[in-house]
């Protein structure tokens, strides 16, 4: 199963899933399914599946896994099948959009299997998301091979929603992080801490960064290419704390670039950060000058800022303003 555009919303998804399931003491194998194709990616499918209103789970799949689908148009028939079950669909398509009633077919092998894995106490519930999610025994044992034994059924499905597979694991530990707690494990699929954004990261000079802080530079969008540009601009002393805050706080590249041609050539990382913190922009600079002051230093600016003076307030204190009728 290949992952939805954002990892955090089928956290939610789950998280409804589960919830749902918890609530209700009973369990149909059925329910309506709507589908659509996706243009930046034509080989796979978006599928929702819906068997309430508090019900819901939605996926990406590759059309090659379903068997009979054919998205053209008119009444279709197709099977979605994995190892702990057999998704049967029926209904419509038209124009890439598709439409219809699924229902699920359990099993019995399965079960078997995880009983002998450890797993005795699978619900249908249970068995219908490590459907949907395609967790197999086989990804159960190399999971359990790789240290992660017993993991509970909800952790189960994680890695199925997160996509969190023995490769993903050996690749984590080949760049530096082995025996990772497996919620670390999701946390970094979800901020997509992959094994090559770990290398590129590497070449660009951060090597054997904590856990944490990997994590946090791909929350907040610290991208190889992004420190790399920083370097350029000849940031070559800025640590992973620090380029993390040039994220949070929205120093840019093109903010130092446009800085620069004002002639602010040699701002230290912390005029940098107090200039995006209290609201100090190339276009107030050009207003103060425009106002009459041509010379503010940097420290001046971020005081100008903090006390609200602007090219509004100079122009009523000097009686300038257009006086009104």
Do not use: C
Not at 71 to 89: D, I, K, N, Q, V
Not at 190 to 200: A, F, L, Y
Not at 270 to 294: C, D, M, N, W
Request: no cysteine.
């Amino acid at each position: 199963m290949r992952l939805m555009s954002s990892r955090l919303s089928l956290l939610a998804l789950l998280l409804m899933a589960t919830s749902a399931v918890a609530a209700s003491s009973t369990f149909e194998p059925r329910g309506t399914w709507s589908a659509s194709t996706k243009r930046s990616d034509p080989s796979t499918l978006n599928l929702q599946l819906q068997q309430s209103p508090h019900r819901n789970m939605g996926f990406t799949e590759p059309l090659a896994s379903f068997q009979g689908l054919s998205t053209t148009g008119g009444a279709t028939t197709f099977t979605l099948p994995r190892e702990a079950g057999t998704f049967r669909f029926d209904g419509q398509f038209q124009d890439g959009q598709g439409a219809g009633h699924f229902r699920f077919e359990a099993s019995s092998a399965f079960l078997k299997t995880m009983a002998t894995l450890g797993y005795s106490d699978i619900t249908p519930e249970a068995q219908f998301q490590l459907a949907a999610t395609n967790v197999t025994t086989a990804r159960i044992q190399a999971l359990a091979a790789l240290g992660y034994k017993q993991l509970s059924t909800e952790e189960l499905i994680q890695a199925g929603i997160f996509d969190v597979t023995p490769e993903y694991v050996r690749g984590l530990s080949d760049a530096g992080y082995p025996g990772l707690p497996f919620k670390e494990l999701v946390a970094g699929r979800i901020h997509g801490v992959t094994p090559q954004r770990v290398k590129e990261l590497s070449s660009a000079g951060f090597t054997k960064l904590p856990w944490n802080q990997l994590t946090a530079m791909s929350i907040h969008g610290v991208t190889p290419d992004f420190v790399k540009q920083l370097r350029e601009l000849g940031f070559n002393r800025t640590d992973a704390e620090d380029v993390i805050a040039f994220r949070i706080h929205g120093v840019t590249p093109d903010f130092v670039k446009q800085l620069r041609e004002l002639g602010f050539t040699d701002l230290t990382q912390e005029q940098l950060l107090a200039f995006r913190i209290h609201g100090v922009t190339p276009a107030f600079v050009k207003q103060l000058r425009e106002s009459g002051y041509p010379n503010v230093t940097p420290d001046e600016l971020v005081a100008l800022r903090i006390h609200g003076i602007d090219r509004v307030f100079i122009r009523d204190m000097s009686g300038t303003a257009p006086k009104k009728k």
